[in-house]
């Protein structure tokens, strides 16, 4: 199926973006890499009368160090992002996390800034960005403002920002001997999570938990910490037990969602699992 008819503007600077998102408001929506955008215009689940490619700010396409921060601009795509040598050496969790999003293609336009402001609740990058405790910079008519990740995402395709908000930058901590990993239970390898586990994992002597942040997607309407996990293996030894006792609260609190893919009680049961294997991996 064809999109409804819409205007298209690609703006060449973030000022000019915002002065078309100010006058259009409602009207308009923002095209990043299209991969999820562009599909709900051709199932006319989203009709915006109004299109503002991103993709020719180049002040948003970025990877770049600042002491021990990574910043990372919006329009960085998942293919940059695991190729890129800055961040597989400083900030792993990232590379690894985009290479298990989608196929080629949707690797090659897809984009870590879109990927965050569309929250899906069954996306990976989400999950990164809350075990990094990523900070997001929102740029609107009345200037720019930092939003913590774990502050982010509201609810099923909901964030925090404004219709007139766009996202320009996503800043992580360079690598501080954390170990990470990215684990995502999928029925194929190119779908969305069931379950993703993404965790960040500081060792001390004799395999003692020092720092622990965990990002889950898939299980519920939205990302999520696993903050009771993160406090119960907080300062313990690392063991079988621990571990299996820890990751039985991944879903403390949480309404776990049930669809077609996976009932409730089988989604509870892979976030457990993949919550002690991420772990176990990361040791
Ligand atoms: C076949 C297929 C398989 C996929 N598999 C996976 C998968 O396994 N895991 C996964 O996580 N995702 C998957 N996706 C989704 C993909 O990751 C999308 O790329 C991502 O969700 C959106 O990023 P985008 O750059 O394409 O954004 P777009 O589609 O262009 O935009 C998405 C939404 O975000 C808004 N937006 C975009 N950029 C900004 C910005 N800078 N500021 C504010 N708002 C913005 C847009 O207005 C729109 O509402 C898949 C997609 C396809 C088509």
Redesign the pocket.
């Known amino acids: 199926m064809f999109s409804n008819r819409f205007e298209y503007f690609a703006p060449k600077s973030l000022e000019e973006a915002l002065a078309l998102l100010a006058t259009y408001q409602d009207d308009a ?11 709900l215009m051709k199932l006319r689940l ?1 009709n915006p009368r109004v299109l503002i490619d ?1 993709g020719r700010i180049a002040d ?1 396409d970025y990877l770049r160090a600042d002491g021990d921060k990574l910043n990372i601009g ?2 960085a795509t ?1 293919a940059q992002i695991k190729e890129s040598e800055l961040l597989q050496n400083k900030c792993p969790l990232l590379p690894k996390t985009a290479s ?4 080629a293609q ?1 690797r090659n ?3 870590l ?3 965050l ?2 929250a ?1 609740p ?4 989400p999950a990164a960005a809350l075990a990094l405790e990523a900070e997001l910079k929102a740029v609107g008519p009345k200037g720019a403002r930092w939003i913590r990740a774990e502050d982010f995402f509201v609810g099923i395709f909901s964030t925090v ?1 404004a219709p007139d ?4 930058e996503i800043r992580v901590p360079a690598s501080d001997n954390t170990r990470s990993v990215y684990l995502k239970a ?1 029925r194929r390898p ?4 069931m379950v993703g586990v993404a965790l960040r994992l500081k060792l001390g002597p004799e395999q003692t938990c020092e720092q622990i942040t965990i990002g889950v997607t898939g299980v519920t309407d939205k990302p999520y910490r696993g903050a009771a996990v993160e406090k119960a293996l907080r300062g313990q030894k690392l063991n079988a037990k621990t571990i299996e006792e820890a990751a039985a609260l991944i879903t403390d609190g949480v309404d776990v969602a049930e669809d077609l893919h996976a009932s409730k009680k089988f989604r509870s049961h892979l976030a457990r699992l993949y919550t002690g294997r991420a772990i176990r991996a990361a040791m």
Do not use: P, W
């Open positions: 929506k923002l095209l990043a890499g299209g991969q999820s955008l562009l599909s989203a991103l948003l919006a329009l998942y298990v999003v989608g196929d949707v336009r897809g984009t800034g879109g990927s402001a569309h899906d069954h996306g990976d990058m920002l908000e766009i996202l320009t999928a190119s779908d969305f999570a």
